[in-house]
């Protein structure tokens, strides 16, 4: 069947690259404003020319046209009234990608940096990502442009609850699962979760992932992307005749991703000496106090300055950049495009020997290249990250099985499934001429998986 569809379709007499240089040109004219998601586009299309080349019949498919535009885009308006009585409005997101391989599953972020490319470029680094954890997830992503910094609980909660009023028309266990991103942990969960909930009017725990313990939240889904971006980076390691023990290791950010990778490392042996959040970093040589960094972002939502009150002996730099610290292992876990190219030759330059990406596009292209080029041990973030989402999809199984497994058979998949990945990506890589890029090697295998579905689905 396959190959009468193909028949029909126009040929083009054009070679891999031209295809892929001609649907990149395209995207660049249509959507020239949207750099981010423009940066991630990019990236997989300089992977997957090799694809192409090997199976035309993914060009003839139109595979990567298709697979760059959203299936869906939605945007919406979120009123809402602060403590002082006043209205506030706010823009919020959700981009259902691809539903090939699954229903749509990606977090939200609230952040005032939040557009449509942001959103965009998350989402379809999702769809790679989500396609490499072997669960059957598509990509999708959501957010606004809201600020959560320095906003009451009760502020938060009635922001969660009017994106909520909108974002339920849109969502369900079997079409499209949120989950948390920056600015969105268990609180924002709990409250979006709540008012899912009433408007539904009935009990769909599977609708949303990393909820509280006691109403559906899994085990280890918390700890899941840090402890799973230090799993990966352990494989690669391992794989060249090193380990985390001993090594000095410096992490960006100090949030979800930052604070559980910060603590698998340390419990791996090696020395956290530096973390940071968006006002400056700390540097600790006695290494970093996992527990109080705990307290001061998860409980107290205070700045990371305020180690210092409890750790005289460690510095913190304004505004400084985190990775002026010379460390053997970099661990970026803030934001994209925190590591540019100087950045990149700066790590270089003070000995790095590997990055692991637990945040989403944390290096320029240019900054990769640098990696590679300088033969730096580089874990990109779809693979590296995915233990976040891949726990989340444990979190589906759980709510749909209406059983809970415990910390450790949750934290035993995990490690699995980022060894899987680590295999997959090194396997791709080989198959495909790209030996030791797991850029590249991730990507194809994480796009081959979800062309494969689109191409039995026929041109929808
Ligand atoms: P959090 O909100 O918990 O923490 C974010 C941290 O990064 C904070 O320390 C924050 O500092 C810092 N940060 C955020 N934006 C900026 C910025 N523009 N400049 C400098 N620092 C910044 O978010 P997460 O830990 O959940 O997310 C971190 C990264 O990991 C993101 O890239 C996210 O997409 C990615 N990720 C998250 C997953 C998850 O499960 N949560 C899964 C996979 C990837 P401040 O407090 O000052 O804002
Ligand atoms: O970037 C990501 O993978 C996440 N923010 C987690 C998504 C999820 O659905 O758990």
Redesign the pocket.
């Known amino acids: 069947m396959l190959g009468a569809m193909e028949n029909k379709l126009q040929h083009h007499n054009r070679t891999a690259k031209e295809y892929v240089q001609g649907v990149y040109e395209e995207l660049k004219n249509r959507n020239s404003h949207e750099t981010e998601f423009l940066q991630a586009v990019e990236e997989i299309v300089e992977s997957l020319e090799v694809v192409f080349e090997k199976h035309p019949k993914y060009m003839e498919l139109g595979i990567l046209e298709r697979i760059i535009e959203p299936e869906r885009l939605i945007a919406f308006r979120v009123p809402w009234v602060d403590d002082e009585g006043h209205v506030q409005v706010n823009r919020g997101y959700r981009v259902q990608f691809s539903s090939a391989i699954g229903p749509y599953k990606g977090?939200l972020?609230f952040?005032p940096?939040v557009n449509a490319s942001i959103i965009k470029f998350?989402g379809f680094e999702q769809i790679f990502k989500n396609s490499l954890t072997g669960q059957p997830i598509g990509g999708g992503k959501g957010g606004s442009d809201f600020d959560p910094?320095g906003k009451s609980d009760l502020e938060i909660m009635r922001f969660c609850q009017s994106f909520m009023s909108e974002l339920s028309r849109y969502i369900g266990p079997d079409t499209d699962v949120p989950?948390?991103?920056?600015?969105v942990?268990g609180r924002e969960i709990g409250y979006l979760y709540g008012q899912y909930k009433k408007i539904k009017g009935t009990v769909e725990p599977g609708v949303l992932t990393g909820k509280g313990l006691g109403f559906g939240g899994s085990l280890a889904r918390k700890e899941?992307?840090g402890y799973g971006t230090v799993y990966f980076v352990q494989e690669m390691l391992k794989d060249n005749e090193q380990d985390f023990s001993g090594k000095t290791v410096v992490v960006s950010?100090?949030?979800?991703?930052?604070i559980y990778a910060m603590e698998k490392a340390a419990e791996f042996g090696a020395k956290v000496i530096a973390c940071?959040?968006?006002?400056g970093y700390v540097y600790d040589k006695n290494g970093i106090d996992v527990e109080l960094v705990k307290q001061i972002?998860e409980v107290d939502r205070e700045r990371i300055n305020v180690y210092l009150e409890t750790h005289p002996n460690a510095e913190y730099v304004d505004g400084g950049s985190v990775w002026e610290i010379p460390c053997e292992i970099a661990l970026p876990?803030?934001?994209?495009n925190?590591i540019d190219e100087a950045t990149a030759k700066t790590l270089i330059e003070n000995g790095v020997i590997a990055v692991g990406e637990?945040?989403?596009m944390?290096s320029s292209l240019q900054a990769i290249n640098q990696f590679l080029e300088n033969n730096v041990l580089f874990a990109p973030a779809k693979a590296a990250?995915a233990g976040?989402?891949a726990v989340s999809a444990l979190e589906m199984a759980q709510n749909s099985s209406r059983i809970a497994w415990s910390f450790e058979e949750v934290d035993e998949k995990l490690q699995e499934i980022m060894r899987n990945i680590y295999q997959n990506s090194v396997q791709a890589a080989n198959e495909y001429g790209k030996e030791g890029n797991l850029v590249a090697g991730s990507n194809i295998a994480g796009f081959l998986k979800v062309a494969d579905a689109m191409v039995e689905q026929g041109i929808i």
């Open positions: 977090g972020r952040h940096t998350l910094k989950a948390g991103d920056i600015g942990g899941a992307t950010g100090s949030g979800n991703v930052s940071s959040d968006s006002n972002k876990c803030a934001t994209q925190e637990g945040a989403n944390p990250n976040g989402v």
